[in-house]
């Protein structure tokens, strides 16, 4: 166990906790309204960089770069595609739904802003919702445990049950504490730290190669034909249907719960432009970094004789990489830089954990008509579900196996698929109804789960055939069935006008 590195992640650990303390301490998250949206009151740099932060996860220092050296640059394309998609979805999403959550009924979640949209009495949209996100999400969130987890047991040498435990304990804790407000703080220092450590580990390893004359020798014999090259994916050439599969991945950011949530906590809906801005320019500098991890990694590695694969799983190159350039000399930098996976892994858990909770305690419970609840008590009881859902999530990263790519592949294009066509129907077509978002969700739910199971052509992902499906079912179900009543029309409309009053 290396003490430099074992240092730098208990000052990580610490950090996370002490945040989490001061946001609860602070009395700023004992409602439900606090808790879960932080008020409505983030600024848009916190809120840029927590939806960026919370986006990633594992997925971007260990999945995506571990595609990469395994196919070559042709994974490249599913990263382009999220930033077209983070953008756009900024562009097209995030404003008409800050605005439109406010207007119908001041929804604080996804889910109940899709029964108020369309007036939905019975709460059917909410268990719908409820039970998707539920699905996906413990999925997810038991990843991001185990990806902790292997950080941890690779950086600090310890068990791999043990680092999962400690990994899924810490994320818990601060979660608990402090909220959403607490959520987004971390996250926008997670995010910082991330963006850094991801550029400082190619560059420092270009200069231990010798300088890029050194890296370009050693890319001519990498392993894998056609490596650099984006029309190449495993040394084959990379098909249309393949490049448009991997650019639909930005279709899920449409449908992301623990994403769009951030667009309507943000304190003035004219302040998205600046977020925007600041997003793209993360996520354009985090992927194109990430990339380069990739390619100077397995350089590196391969001018040494070792094959990426063979000596360990490719998912571990942004850590055997940093491990190789900075330690023994410079441990304590190291650890950061493996602090910084663990920032990606936690960034998104915390944010899963409290959008699946208030999938339960505020949208199931807290609407429930035969039982009434305090703000403050449901703001408790939601920390039970916290505890609750973690149980499950840490028993499959204890005793589930999958890897992170596909883990995130599974759940990112089911929530893409079943909320991101709902989400545009309901902010851009007045028409859309009740009848027609329950029948887009369920469709877009049933169809990814059941595109799995058969294992159907897996050069064409799920979310793009599952996303026109579900848009079109919902659209084709609207125009079947009777009209929203003029009720729902006209806060519609009143969406459109609609401005920020000063408080």
Known sequence: MNAGILAAIVVYFVAMLLLGLYFLRSNKTQGMREYFLGGRKMN????????????????????????????????????IGLAIGSYVSWLLVAKRLRKH??????????????????????????????????????????????????????????????????GAVITILYTLMGGYTAVCWADFFQAILMVICVVVVPIVAIFDMGGFDQLSSALGNVGVDEFTNLLYKGGEPITFLAVISALAWGLGYFGMPHIVVRYMSIRDPEEIKV????????????????????????????????????????????IKLAEAVFVPGLSFVCGIMFAAILAAIMSTVDSQLLVATSSISNDILGKSKKHSYS????????????VGISAVALVIALFGSDNIMGLVS????????????????SL???????Q??????????VFVIAWNLVGLDDTLYALFPGFILSFIVGFAVAKLTPAPSKEVMDEFDAAQVYEEKAE
């Not at 932060?53 to 220092?61: I, P, Q, V």
């Not at 919702?129 to 040498?157: E, P």
């Not at 703000?375 to 916290?386: F, M, N």
């Open 44 to 79: 848009p740099y916190v809120t840029a960089m927590s939806a960026q932060a919370s986006d990633m996860s594992g997925w971007l220092l260990m999945g995506l770069p571990g595609a990469i050296v395994i196919a070559g640059m042709g994974e490249v394309w599913i990263g």
């Open 101 to 166: 959550s406010v207007v119908s009924g001041n929804a604080i979640t996804m889910s109940e802003f899709f029964s108020n949209r369309f007036h939905d009495d019975k709460g059917i949209l909410r268990i719908i919702s409820a039970v998707i996100i539920l699905f996906f999400f413990t999925f997810y969130v038991a990843s991001g445990f185990k990806s902790s987890g292997v950080v941890l047991s690779l950086s600090i040498d310890i068990g791999l049950e043990i680092a999962i435990i400690v």
């Open 275 to 318: 977020a925007r801005r600041i997003s793209l320019v993360w996520i354009v500098i985090a992927l194109s970094a990430v990339a380069a991890v990739a390619i100077v990694g397995r350089a590196y590695f391969m001018s040494q004789g070792v094959v990426p694969g063979e000596a360990w799983d490719e998912e571990y190159i942004f």
């Open 375 to 386: 703000d403050k008590t449901l703001g408790w009881v939601s920390r039970a579900i916290v």
């Open 410 to 425: 599974y759940a990112w294009s089911g929530f893409g698929a079943s909320f991101g066509p709902v989400m545009l129907l």
């Open 428 to 434: 851009f077509w007045k028409r859309m109804n009740l």
């Open 436 to 445: 027609g978002a329950m029948a887009s969700m369920i469709v877009g739910f």
